[in-house]
């Protein structure tokens, strides 16, 4: 019995050690400046680790300490955990496998389309009822600004790999021909109606094409980019919690046989 507990214990370290990269991709997430303005969004990866890390440190001290309540107690809540990643990774690639992202010819960014984004994203981040809210904070943010220092001449900001906030946020559409004055300064446009989005353009820092459609598509186009990032950490962190649970599952059944036989025995002698 004494070595299916060690066992036990050695995957609930593994156990517990894989809750730090679900910790660490949520903060990573939550960092993001556009993370920072949706903030239901921010923290669902972060209490997921925390989760796994308690309830892996649960099951560690039940199979160290051999208290066989608290095994099964971890192995019920493990599971449970472990359904809710995978119930979260299919939503989080349903949602995120639509790309609105179309290439520019001559540009080293891309610009994107909201219909080109999943509905479910389009409803529950730019309606109405949440967009003035996101919009204002993407304002304050300040991340336009920094282009200027970034890319100050027009070679350097049409060559520039542009986030998706970036693009669809700080400048025009290419599409109405505007003239670079500088990143987040734009004048004459040659075609202002090709796009609705070419009206809605604003010199003003505080207004630029925050109120543009395509301002809405570059940040889905961002969650898109980092959410898919983040699934490729939680895919093999779920793999191996699979792999650690079923094993921890077998050692406990084991423990349990070992038990009855050792009671059995002392009670034949």
């Known amino acids: 019995m004494a070595v299916s507990n060690n066992i036990t214990a050695f995957l609930n370290f593994l156990a517990l050690m894989c809750s730090i990269p679900i910790i660490a991709s949520g903060i990573w997430l939550a960092s993001k400046p556009d993370n920072e303005c949706i903030h239901w969004i921010r923290w669902p990866v972060v209490f997921l680790g925390i989760a796994v890390l308690l309830v892996s440190l649960t099951g560690f001290v039940g199979a160290y300490w051999k208290k066989e309540g608290l095994l099964g107690l971890y192995l019920v809540c493990m599971a449970i955990l472990i359904v809710l990643l995978l119930v979260f990774l299919i939503l989080a690639f349903v949602v995120a496998r639509p790309s609105g992202a179309y290439d520019v010819p001559g540009k080293g960014y891309q610009e994107y389309r909201l219909e ?154």
Request: charged residues 15%; glycine residues 6%; neutral net charge.
């Open 116 to 269: 080109g984004f999943s509905s479910w994203l389009r409803n529950h981040i730019t309606s109405s009822d949440n967009w003035g809210n996101i919009r204002a904070c993407l304002a304050d943010s300040g991340i336009c600004l920094k282009l200027n220092e970034e890319y100050p001449t027009s070679d350097l900001f049409f060559n520039a790999h542009l986030s998706p906030i970036q693009s669809g946020c700080c400048k025009p559409p290419t599409v109405c021909g505007y003239q670079f004055v500088n990143p987040v300064m734009w004048t004459n446009p040659a075609n202002p109606v090709a796009d609705a989005d070419c009206s809605i353009w604003n010199n003003d820092p505080s207004q630029l094409c925050y109120y543009c459609d395509s301002c809405k598509a570059g940040l889905l186009g961002n969650l898109r980019r980092e959410w898919r990032s983040v699934n490729i950490i939680l895919i093999i962190t779920v793999v191996v919690l699979i792999w650690v649970y079923i094993i921890a599952c077998s050692a406990y059944r084991n423990a349990q046989t070992e038990g009855l036989f050792s009671r059995y025995k002392q009670g034949w002698v």
